[in-house]
């Protein structure tokens, strides 16, 4: 099997462990930056060059877009799907992903629990806005804020408006979420690949912070999920079509409830935590599906001869 990984930097951690973990399994594999792709675009004939070479006969790509690489790197994904390549997650699911607040609508109207959540356009509505979502503290985040940026807690009513009006005026797109104070600072990443949770930690935020990512000098360990918590990951990135997601769980009295959904989930800190091979799952994944479709192919060739 032939697989691309698009990604920025060859160094990365995720981007080393993916490529290692799919030659180990004998395929061929090439990193390619997004960046770097350029398509021409044709009826009946499409072609996309990397560097002044083609890029051909791929069998699967496993996207590592960056949030400041989105728009362009998942047009190049996209390219990819129209020329058949297989990919765990699908252009139109990273930007579902990648957007805070239409990710959230979804995972609402499927009835999968999160914290109650409220957006606004117009200060003449802030208060309003602020008492459909009740009493602070409430968190304040930037719709495609990551790694725990763009995100701010208000422990009162009038340090929220404040956020809100700064946000405001720098034009930026937010959404206030209410706080959920007995997860005590720790949330649980589970890392779903191919609709099972194949590896989870528990995260809790540095002291002074309540921000559980790791990026933000967080601690992490192991944890075993129970039922309820698995089934709410694995339905979370099933909705929002993403066979590879990092899910983002909160312990609240009411039961777990999903903070985020993220489809370029680092493998650095869950593998060292758990000790788990999640980038051989990844690339088992691909062997599965790119298998199977590869299996069809051949019956109906032989079929039709």
């Known amino acids: 099997m032939k697989i691309a990984i698009l990604s920025r930097n060859t160094r990365l951690y995720s981007t080393q462990r993916l490529v290692d973990a799919a030659r180990a399994r004998g395929h061929v594999v090439r990193v390619l930056d997004p960046m770097r792709c350029y398509v021409r675009i044709a009826p009946g004939h499409v072609a996309m060059r990397y560097k002044g070479k083609p890029v ?21 994904l996209r390219q990819l799907e129209t020329m058949g ?31 109650v959540t409220v957006f606004g356009d117009n200060p003449d509505d802030t208060e309003d806005l602020l008492a459909m979502l009740g009493e602070p503290p409430h968190v304040i985040k930037l719709n495609e804020g990551s790694q725990g940026n763009g995100v701010v807690l208000a422990e009162k009513r009038s340090a929220s408006q404040s956020v809100i009006e700064a946000f405001r005026g720098l034009y930026a797109n937010f959404l206030v979420q209410e706080f959920i104070a007995e997860a005590k600072g720790c949330d649980l990443r589970c890392f779903v690949v191919g609709g099972k949770v194949v590896a989870a930690m528990q995260r809790e ?76 799952a990844i690339i088992e994944l691909l062997q599965a599906q790119v298998g199977g479709t590869q299996r069809v192919a051949r019956r109906s060739k032989t079929n039709a001869t």
Do not use: C, W
Not at 56 to 76: C, H, L, N
Not at 225 to 247: D, Y
């Open 56 to 76: 051909r006969d791929i069998d699967a790509a496993i996207p590592r877009i960056g949030t400041q690489s989105t728009f362009y790197g998942t047009a190049v």
């Open 85 to 115: 390549v297989y990919t765990p997650n699908s252009s139109d699911a990273v930007l579902r992903a990648r957007d805070k607040l239409r990710s959230l609508q979804i995972l609402a109207a499927q009835g999968i629990a999160m914290p």
């Open 205 to 280: 935020a540095s002291a002074g912070d309540f921000r559980a990512n790791l990026h933000r000098g967080g601690s992490a360990v192991a944890v075993k999920l129970s039922a309820a918590e698995k089934l709410i990951a694995v339905r979370a990135a099933e909705a929002l079509g993403l066979g590879v997601a990092g899910v983002d769980l909160l312990r609240s009295d009411r039961g777990p409830l999903v903070l985020e959904v993220n489809a370029s989930p680092g493998l650095e800190g869950i593998e060292a935590v758990t000790g788990v091979d999640v980038a051989g």
